[in-house]
């Protein structure tokens, strides 16, 4: 890595990126080591926010309700990162979520990154017996992390936090610190027709039930899922 970079970091509903949406994106671009723009955005999910995320992250409902769609966001996000890496830690997590919106919503045949992972440096260079997770990792090289698990501050967290260790350690380990191909499978998916769609409010409705989702923007996937857990749960019409 030639010390340019975009360190990145998103806030989802959950930790699967076939199931869960992103309600947070923050970027920063880093040119020969120094920060130079940042991005930052809330992203509506169309769905309800699980309290537990609320509890991590301080993001309420109400915060995201005037947000853009992914479908809007996500171009502005390629445009962003241009052709530089990915940095982050756990960047895998982030990448896998965000190719999958670039995919589906980003009119992207593909979105090949490469990039390198804070956490995996931090499996080199702090003692097992620690917790390596981002905050306990700043807290044990003494780099400032304010509002943890909000996306631009722990996206400059991860940034900081490369800085030192390639500072302490890339002349003594220098491979550990070259990027590599970020490794994430997905085909494009469509977005649910128009009969999933009658299905579905045809069971809502006659079981009288609530759902945390919007199913006009679910995909033919999501819809097929949440048909089948409705079926198993409550039955047919």
Partial sequence: MENSYIAIDIETTGLDPKQDKIIEIGAIKVIDGKETASFETFVNPRRDLPERITELTGIRG??????????????????FVEALPLLG???IFDYSFLKRAAINWGKAASWEKQGVDTLTLCRYFMPAEEKKNLSAACGYFNISLENAHRAVADARAAH????????????????????????YQIKKEQPATKRQKERLHDLIKYHRIDISVQIDHLTRNE???????????????
């Fill in 62 to 79: 109400e915060m995201l309700e005037g947000a853009p769609d992914i479908e809007e966001v996500i171009p502005k996000v390629i445009e």
């Fill in 89 to 91: 830690h756990r960047v």
């Fill in 160 to 183: 900081l936090l490369f800085q030192h260790l390639a500072a302490a350690y890339k002349g003594r380990r220098p491979e550990i610190f070259r990027e590599k191909p970020l490794i």
């Fill in 223 to 237: 819809a097929s899922r949440l048909t089948d857990q409705i079926l198993s749960r409550y039955g047919k019409v």
